[in-house]
């Protein structure tokens, strides 16, 4: 009897709280969504197993004990490590030719970073948060979920479960957040506004992208160049030619693999004492508003830069709104949304890709910027 009511005493069943069991109920929603609804099933799926093994109790599974979920985050997001290891997987599967081909769309992948701002700055002003919160909350407008995760565990660690939540659920929400946007902000003219071809792109120019715009991006802000070096490397292994070997584990098992344990840890985060508050509430808010920001953003600008252009250069708006750095989703929602408002006559898929590769270059930038002024 004794040794029975040992082991019970060692049970987490006695120990177990409403927290956690809220938790469990969260995690299971993010499964849930991500096998059902194929939500960024590949993060997700990891996050809510590592939320699972974080509010166990007495299991020690949690990022702040010194288990095993503790060691994956101490040593890969506390580190720095994982997230630009994932931008160097990126960059192997980026093609830049799109934006290389139009390289008047980086305007529309740097405007579609309007949200990364407004978001801070309503954070800061309106809700309460500190300048280093606001920051790390303002990113998930850049729809990039390594970045939001980078920063949140240098600026405001303490906030990283809700923030990567946040950022991977609105990155999947891009096929229902962007359509009525567009709708509201361009009229059916512009919709039918067909883009010519872009001009072809040489392999000398696709090789000298990576290391000219890398060097530029990473003098201009140096905090970046964990991100944008490891973006720009991976593209390099892509496009020199000689590194297939390289090319192919990067964008393969290697980024599978970090994926995993980047996942893992996130979700390692998500104890129940910090999870559940009036915090995340506010912080899922605000991802909206940053989101639906960046893609007002994007078009709005397209909109402006067309009362500059010649009429047979115009673009048309609606491809800003893959400027944020959900690749290639946002490109393929753009495409789907003005394909369907033209009964299929205007298709651009690839001009709306320009924007959105810019807009991983954008989202890293503003990271870099957000560290420079407040790290």
């Known amino acids: 009897m004794d040794t029975l009511n040992q082991l019970l005493a060692g049970s987490g069943f006695i120990s177990i709280s409403p927290g956690n069991l809220a938790m469990f109920a969260i995690a299971g929603l993010l499964i849930y969504l991500a096998i059902t609804k194929k939500y960024e099933p590949l993060l997700l799926i990891p996050i809510g197993f590592g939320a699972i093994l974080a509010n166990l109790p007495l299991a020690n599974m949690g990022s702040n004990g010194d288990g095993l979920m503790a060691l994956i985050y101490n040593l890969g997001i506390k580190t720095e490590l994982l997230p630009p290891l994932i931008f160097l997987g990126v960059g192997v599967l980026t093609d830049f030719r799109p934006l290389l081909g139009r390289p008047l769309t980086f305007l529309l992948g740097a405007a579609a970073q309007l949200g990364i701002f407004a978001a801070a700055l309503g954070a800061a002003y309106l809700l309460g948060f500190t ?5 790390a909350i303002g990113i998930i407008g850049g729809a ?20 990567a939540v946040a950022a991977y659920s609105y990155m999947s929400l891009v096929p229902i957040i962007q359509p009525p946007i567009m709708r509201l902000l361009t009229t059916k003219a512009e919709r039918n506004i067909d883009m ?22 990473c ?20 496009e020199c030619g000689v590194t297939e070997r390289l090319k192919k584990t990067a964008g393969g098992v290697f980024i599978d693999i970090v994926t995993i344990f980047l996942g893992l840890s996130v979700g390692a985060t998500m104890d ?23 893609t007002f953003g994007g078009v709005l600008f397209a909109k402006l830069l067309n009362l500059l252009l010649p009429r ?31 009964d299929g006559r205007v298709n651009p898929l690839m001009p709306a890709m320009g924007p959105n590769v810019a807009g991983v270059i954008g989202s890293a930038v503003a990271a870099g910027v957000f560290l420079t002024l407040l790290g």
């Open 196 to 217: 010519p071809q872009a001009k072809e792109v040489s392999q000398t120019a696709v090789i000298l992208f990576p290391l000219v715009s890398g060097i530029v991006a």
């Open 144 to 163: 990039d979920g390594p970045t939001s995760i980078y920063l949140a565990s240098q600026l405001a660690p303490h906030l990283l479960g809700p923030i």
């Open 312 to 342: 047979r250069s115009r673009i048309n708006p609606c491809i800003g709104a893959a400027g944020v750095s959900a690749v290639p989703m946002a490109a393929r929602v753009v495409q789907q949304f003005v394909s369907d408002q033209t």
């Open 219 to 238: 003098l201009g802000v140096p905090s970046s160049a964990p991100l944008i070096g490891m973006l720009m490397f991976g593209n390099l292994l892509r």
């Open 272 to 294: 129940a004492a910090l999870f559940l508050g009036l915090a995340t509430i506010k912080i899922l808010l605000l991802g909206a508003v940053a989101f639906s920001f960046s």
């Open 131 to 135: 300048p280093r919160e606001a920051a």
